[in-house]
C-alpha cells in the first residue's frame, strides 16, 4: 500500500529555515506528481508546492521565492526547502500524491515562532 514518512518539522525562529522531508513506499515514485499542503489551525488545507516526475515545480505566491520543493527518486523522497520563514507559515505540513485516490503522509507540524 502506500505509505509516507514526513519529517524535519519543529520550532524556528522568524527568517529562519526548515528542510521537510517526505520517503514514500509503494508507488512509482520517479513517475508520480508530488505535492506538498499545510493545514494552520481553522484553515483549510492549502497547496504549497507541487513537483511532477519530470521535476517541473509550481507554488502559489504565497511561499513563492521562498519554498523549493525537489525529489531524489533513487531515494522515492520528496522535499520541502522552507526559507525566510514567517509566523503564517505555522502549520501542520502534508506531502501527498493522487493516483486515482489521495494519499497523505502523517503530517509534521511546523511552528514560526520567537
Known amino acids: 500500500q502506500v505509505q509516507f514518512v514526513e519529517s524535519g518539522g519543529g520550532l524556528v525562529q522568524p527568517g529562519g529555515s526548515l528542510r521537510l522531508s517526505c520517503a514514500a513506499s509503494?508507488?512509482?515514485?520517479?513517475?508520480?506528481?508530488m505535492n506538498w499542503y499545510r493545514q494552520a489551525p481553522g484553515k483549510q488545507r492549502e497547496l504549497v508546492a507541487t513537483?511532477?516526475?519530470?521535476?517541473?515545480?509550481n507554488y502559489p505566491d504565497s511561499v513563492k521565492g521562498r519554498f523549493t520543493i525537489s525529489r531524489d527518486n533513487a531515494k522515492k523522497t520528496v522535499y520541502l526547502q522552507m526559507n525566510s520563514l514567517k509566523s503564517e507559515d505555522t502549520a501542520v505540513y502534508y506531502c501527498?500524491?493522487?493516483?486515482?485516490?489521495?494519499?497523505w503522509g502523517q503530517g509534521t507540524q511546523v511552528t514560526v515562532s520567537s
Open positions: 513537483i511532477t516526475g519530470g521535476g517541473n515545480t
Open positions: 501527498n500524491v493522487k493516483i486515482g485516490a489521495a494519499y
Open positions: 509503494g508507488i512509482i515514485f520517479s513517475a508520480a506528481t
